[in-house]
C-alpha cells in the first residue's frame, strides 16, 4: 500500500531543502572577481501578516547594482545578495495584503533579489503588476525612472523640447520614447555638438519658441555647463545617477551667477530609489502611468538583451560598456 504520510512529509522535506541560484558577493570589487553564482538552502514557510511570498523571475540591471557590489552605493553598504529589484510571481501571501493574490505578478525593491529562490517580503515594498510579463515588469526601474524625469520637475506642454545627454543609455531611451507619447521633442546631442555654442540656440530656432525647461544629465562635465546656459527662465537641469564610477569624485555642476540671478535656473537631483523610500505613492503613480502607455502601444517594455542567470558576468559588462537596458532571468 502507498504510505501517503510519508511521501508527503518527503515532499515537505524536498521543498524545504531545495537549492536554488544565488548571485551573491562576500567582500566589494570588481563584479568579475567578487560575484559568485552559488547555491543556497531556502526554508520555505507562510508569509507572515502584510507579507508575500514569491518566486523572482527576471531583474534589470541598474548601475546602482553594480555600484552596490564595487562599495560604491548609497543605497547598500554591506555584502551579500545583490540585486535591488526584481519581478516575480507570488507563491503565497500573509494576512492583510489587499489586492495581491497567489499568480500575480509584482515588481518589487529591496536587497538581495538576484536570487531563483522564494523571497518573503513586506507587501510595502511591492506593486501588483499583473498586467505585465515579469521580463516586462523587470524594465520598471528604467521606465518609471524616465517618466518622473520629464514629469516631476517641470510642467511641459507638447511641442516642448527637452535635451538630453546619454541618448543611447537604459534610461535615455526610454525617455525619448515616454517623450515622444507627450508630444515633446526629445534631442540627444553629442558632447561634441553640446560644445558648440550656436547648438541649443539653434535647435531652439528651428523646434520652439518657449526655450530650453528642461536638460537631463546623466554625465557629469563640461556639457552640463553648455545645458545650464541654454537653459530658459526658470529652466531646470536635472542631474540623475548614471554611469559614474563615484559620485563622490564625479566633476561638479557650476552655475553661472547671471544665469542664476537673472533666469532663475536651477539644478536638480533624481536618484530611483531615493524616490522609492520618500515619495512611494509617487512611484505608484508612475507605475500604472507607464503600464498604461504600454497598454495603449505608445511605448515599449521590451529589451533585446535578455541574459539567462549563468551569464550574469555578460550582462553586467554589457550594462557597465553601454548602459543598455539588460535582464537577467533568474
Same mark, same amino acid.
Given at each position: @500500500?502507498? *504510505?501517503? =504520510? +510519508? #511521501?508527503?512529509?518527503?515532499?515537505?522535506?524536498?521543498?524545504?531543502?531545495?537549492?536554488? !541560484?544565488?548571485? $551573491?558577493?562576500?567582500?566589494?570589487?570588481?563584479?568579475?572577481?567578487?560575484?559568485?553564482?552559488?547555491?543556497?538552502?531556502?526554508?520555505?514557510?507562510?508569509?507572515?501578516?502584510?507579507?508575500?511570498?514569491?518566486?523572482?523571475?527576471?531583474?534589470?540591471?541598474? @548601475?546602482? *547594482?553594480? =555600484? +552596490? #557590489?564595487?562599495?560604491?552605493?548609497?543605497?547598500?553598504?554591506?555584502?551579500?545578495?545583490? !540585486?535591488?529589484? $526584481?519581478?516575480?510571481?507570488?507563491?503565497?501571501?500573509?494576512?492583510?495584503?489587499?489586492?495581491?493574490?497567489?499568480?500575480?505578478?509584482?515588481?518589487?525593491?529591496?536587497?538581495?533579489?538576484?536570487?531563483?529562490?522564494?523571497?518573503?517580503?513586506?507587501?510595502?515594498?511591492?506593486?501588483?503588476?499583473?498586467?505585465?510579463?515579469?521580463?516586462?515588469?523587470?524594465?520598471?526601474?528604467?521606465?518609471?525612472?524616465?517618466? $518622473?524625469?520629464?514629469?516631476?520637475?517641470?510642467?511641459?506642454?507638447?511641442?516642448?523640447?527637452?535635451?538630453?545627454?546619454?541618448?543611447?543609455?537604459?534610461?535615455?531611451?526610454?525617455?525619448?520614447?515616454?517623450?515622444?507619447?507627450?508630444?515633446?521633442?526629445?534631442?540627444?546631442?553629442?558632447?561634441?555638438?553640446?560644445?558648440?555654442?550656436?547648438?541649443?540656440?539653434?535647435?531652439?530656432?528651428?523646434?520652439?519658441?518657449?526655450?530650453?525647461?528642461?536638460?537631463?544629465?546623466?554625465?557629469?562635465?563640461?556639457?552640463?555647463?553648455?545645458?545650464?546656459?541654454?537653459?530658459?527662465?526658470?529652466?531646470?537641469?536635472?542631474?540623475?545617477?548614471?554611469?559614474?564610477?563615484?559620485?563622490?569624485?564625479?566633476?561638479?555642476?557650476?552655475?553661472?551667477?547671471?544665469?542664476?540671478?537673472?533666469?532663475?535656473?536651477?539644478?536638480?537631483?533624481?536618484?530611483?530609489?531615493?524616490?522609492?523610500?520618500?515619495?512611494?505613492?509617487?512611484?505608484?503613480?508612475?507605475?500604472?502611468?507607464?503600464?498604461?502607455?504600454?497598454?495603449?502601444?505608445?511605448?515599449?517594455?521590451?529589451?533585446?538583451?535578455?541574459?539567462?542567470?549563468?551569464?550574469?558576468?555578460?550582462?553586467?559588462?554589457?550594462?557597465?560598456?553601454?548602459?543598455?537596458?539588460?535582464?537577467?532571468?533568474?
Amino acid at each position: @500500500s502507498i *504510505d501517503m =504520510k +510519508s #511521501i508527503i512529509a518527503a515532499r515537505s522535506t524536498i521543498l524545504r531543502n531545495k537549492r536554488f !541560484g544565488t548571485l $551573491a558577493f562576500d567582500s566589494f570589487g570588481a563584479p568579475s572577481e567578487v560575484l559568485k553564482l552559488g547555491n543556497s538552502t531556502v526554508q520555505v514557510t507562510q508569509p507572515p501578516p502584510g507579507s508575500i511570498s514569491l518566486s523572482i523571475k527576471a531583474s534589470q540591471v541598474l @548601475s546602482e *547594482d553594480i =555600484k +552596490s #557590489i564595487k562599495g560604491l552605493s548609497y543605497q547598500v553598504g554591506s555584502t551579500g545578495i545583490a !540585486g535591488l529589484s $526584481a519581478s516575480g510571481v507570488i507563491t503565497a501571501v500573509g494576512d492583510n495584503v489587499g489586492d495581491f493574490n497567489v499568480n500575480d505578478t509584482v515588481f518589487v525593491t529591496g536587497s538581495g533579489l538576484w536570487t531563483d529562490q522564494t523571497v518573503t517580503i513586506s507587501k510595502s515594498a511591492a506593486v501588483n503588476v499583473k498586467k505585465l510579463s515579469c521580463e516586462e515588469a523587470a524594465l520598471l526601474p528604467t521606465a518609471t525612472t524616465a517618466w $518622473a524625469l520629464l514629469n516631476n520637475f517641470v510642467k511641459l506642454d507638447a511641442g516642448d523640447i527637452v535635451i538630453q545627454t546619454n541618448g543611447t543609455s537604459a534610461v535615455g531611451l526610454a525617455v525619448s520614447e515616454i517623450g515622444a507619447s507627450m508630444g515633446l521633442k526629445v534631442l540627444s546631442p553629442t558632447d561634441a555638438e553640446l560644445k558648440d555654442a550656436k547648438y541649443i540656440p539653434k535647435v531652439l530656432g528651428e523646434h520652439s519658441s518657449q526655450g530650453l525647461k528642461l536638460a537631463l544629465s546623466s554625465q557629469s562635465g563640461p556639457s552640463d555647463l553648455s545645458l545650464i546656459r541654454g537653459l530658459a527662465t526658470n529652466g531646470v537641469l536635472v542631474a540623475y545617477s548614471g554611469p559614474q564610477e563615484s559620485l563622490e569624485n564625479a566633476t561638479g555642476i557650476y552655475v553661472p551667477v547671471a544665469c542664476a540671478i537673472f533666469r532663475n535656473v536651477s539644478v536638480m537631483g533624481f536618484d530611483f530609489f531615493s524616490w522609492r523610500d520618500q515619495d512611494p505613492t509617487g512611484l505608484t503613480t508612475a507605475i500604472q502611468a507607464v503600464i498604461q502607455l504600454a497598454e495603449a502601444g505608445k511605448i515599449r517594455l521590451k529589451t533585446p538583451k535578455v541574459f539567462a542567470q549563468g551569464d550574469y558576468l555578460k550582462a553586467l559588462a554589457e550594462v557597465e560598456a553601454t548602459g543598455a537596458g539588460v535582464v537577467i532571468k533568474m
